[in-house]
């Protein structure tokens, strides 16, 4: 644990090394950029990020609710050239389901990525027959040719409802595992699931033997080191059976925290829908400690005055149980008028400072969109601070949407008005490689458009890691720790410039690349440390020069 001493001199440090914050600027680059009309009237529930060919730009996956009566577009696959999207042929990425999140991993560790989908069947299929369809693992074969892998793998069972999915090697084997999560939808019953990657695309459903609850809420997950022993602990976001963070005991066996390290119960104005949606790990201070944030799928926060996402500041490590403390009142998190299912963690401005990001989006004029993203403000009085400017770009909630208990016709003017929207999905990712991460967000209504939001904000200077694992540890990198220093500060904690761990999988219905993105503010070379995950060792870098895109490995 860092002493108070220390992190004022890290406070200080780095406010010498801020960059002055400009506005925010995104610009609705869809059409442009070639995602229109495809991604036209899609009923869009699930995004995901991944170079699957290995060119360097990042390809996306969009995931559909195709059946009626939402809408008949199956999910769709984009080849990414040089920031141009083109529709990818391949008929049996266009799955036909309920779709609700995915993620690109290499699960074989052969150096392509592979793609796993999920579906959120429901009641059978009596609703529609594709809404009883299975996930789906599909195989990369090479440069994204794909072969549908599910009923092999063991990993893709009928009947589950299921949401978020990340990528994770649990058991320190080397092998990347996968966590699902499901909804409460059957019967109450829910049933998030960790599969084990035997190897060959075979996996094994040891939710139980490794310590997992039978009934465990998954519209959120996400995988993380919280407690820096170097082994990766998971974190379920949902109601009833959800909201829970579970720690790795070192040899793949999971302990869920006890309430008085932290307690994660939803509780907020009384409100009565607990729906606990995405969530997220990220340092937030830059404290060299991991933080939680998480979002909401609350049913009315217009009408009940509004809803905020939730920060868990981890407040230090005691005999490996880290104590989070709820702080999202003090720094600067104010309630939302509108649902806020997806969230991330990251540097949107590069001036060095983590920023909030909410899958929420106002409109100023009904045209120009302003992501409701939290800036990172810095640390005062020993907690950080944010502040947003897009909750007022317009006039929504007005008095009368405050008084509307009616979800359908708040909805409906919501599409009509175009002054706010809120979408499940929302990852970032740098798709024209310009240093600034942008946002896809998959639009859930039919006849509401679908955001492909590039960045334009003026900011500092940035780097972005890869790690290629070695021999004994996943090839993609995931859950390796990346920090970064000024140049000549190598390991010094007084001068961390920020730390990320490489994740696949977070937020909602959301799949990101496995690269680290970190501000540098004003510092234009520093020193890079990668801790790799479970005890194997580290790999330092001096001097790197920013604005670059770098791959780190032994």
Excluded at 45 to 67: I, K, Q, R, T
Excluded at 336 to 360: A, C, R
Aim: net charge negative; charged share 25%.
């Amino acid at each position: 644990m860092r002493t108070s001493c220390l992190s004022l001199v890290l406070i200080a440090f780095l406010a010498t090394h801020a960059v002055p914050q400009q506005p925010l600027v995104f610009k609705d680059a869809g059409d442009e950029a070639g995602l229109f009309p495809h991604v036209g009237k899609i009923a869009g529930h699930g995004v995901a990020w991944g170079d699957v060919d290995g060119d360097g730009w990042a390809d996306l996956y969009v995931g559909a609710f195709g059946g009626s009566p939402y809408g008949s577009k199956p999910n769709q696959f984009f080849r990414n050239v040089l920031g141009k999207f083109e529709l990818d042929p391949q008929v049996q990425l266009r799955v036909l389901g309920r779709a609700n999140g995915g993620v690109f991993a290499d699960l074989d560790n052969d150096g392509d990525l592979d793609l796993y989908v999920t579906n959120h069947a429901i009641d059978g299929g009596k609703t529609d027959p594709h809404y009883a369809d299975p996930n789906h693992l599909f195989r990369n074969e090479g440069g994204g040719k794909f072969t549908d892998a599910s009923k092999e793998s063991n990993s893709c069972p009928l009947g589950i409802a299921a949401r978020s999915v990340c990528a994770t090697d649990y058991d320190g084997d080397g092998l990347l595992d996968l966590v699902v999560g499901e909804c409460f939808f059957q019967g109450g019953q829910s049933r998030s699931r960790l599969y084990r990657n035997l190897g060959n695309f075979k996996f094994e459903n040891v939710s139980q033997s490794a310590g997992l609850p039978a009934q465990l809420t998954g519209f959120g997950v996400a995988a993380g080191d919280v407690n820096g022993d170097g082994w990766p602990d998971l974190y379920f976001g949902g109601r009833h059976h959800g909201t829970r963070l579970f720690l790795n005991d070192g040899k793949g066996r999971f302990t869920e925290l006890p309430k008085d390290r932290g307690d994660f119960a939803w509780k907020y104005n009384d409100t009565p829908d607990d729906t606990v949606c995405g969530c997220t790990f990220g340092d937030v201070n830059r404290d060299g400690l991991v933080d939680i944030l998480i979002g909401s799928h609350c049913d009315r926060p217009w009408f009940t005055g509004g809803v905020p996402v939730r920060l868990f500041l981890n407040r230090g490590v005691t005999g490996g149980m880290p104590k989070f403390e709820d702080v999202t009142e003090r720094v600067g998190l104010i309630p939302l008028p509108m649902k806020s299912p997806h969230v991330e963690i990251q540097d949107f401005d590069n001036d060095g400072w983590p920023d909030i990001y909410t899958s929420i989006v106002k409109f100023e004029q009904s045209v120009r969109p302003h992501p409701v993203i939290f800036r990172g403000l810095g640390v005062k009085d020993g907690l950080p601070q944010f502040a947003t400017s897009a909750l007022a770009v317009n006039d929504f909630p007005t008095e009368a949407d405050k008084k509307d208990g009616d979800v359908t016709a708040v909805f409906g003017r919501m599409q009509k008005e175009n002054k706010i929207i809120y979408m499940a999905p929302g990852a970032s990712g740098d798709y024209n490689r310009d240093g600034k991460l942008d946002l896809f967000l998959a639009n859930w209504w039919v006849d509401s458009r679908s955001l492909l939001l590039k960045n334009e904000t003026q900011g500092g200077h940035w780097l972005d890691v890869t790690v290629e694992g070695p021999k004994g540890t996943n090839r993609q990198g995931v859950g390796a720790v990346v920090r970064i220093y000024p140049a000549g500060k190598l390991g010094d904690a007084a001068a961390l410039l920020g730390q990320k761990e490489i994740a696949v999988g977070y937020g909602y219905a959301s799949g990101q690349e496995a690269i680290v993105h970190l501000g540098l503010g004003e510092i234009k070379i520093c020193d890079v440390e990668v801790i790799l995950p479970h005890g194997k060792g580290k790999i330092e870098k001096k001097e790197v020069a920013g604005d670059l895109r770098i791959v780190v490995k032994q």
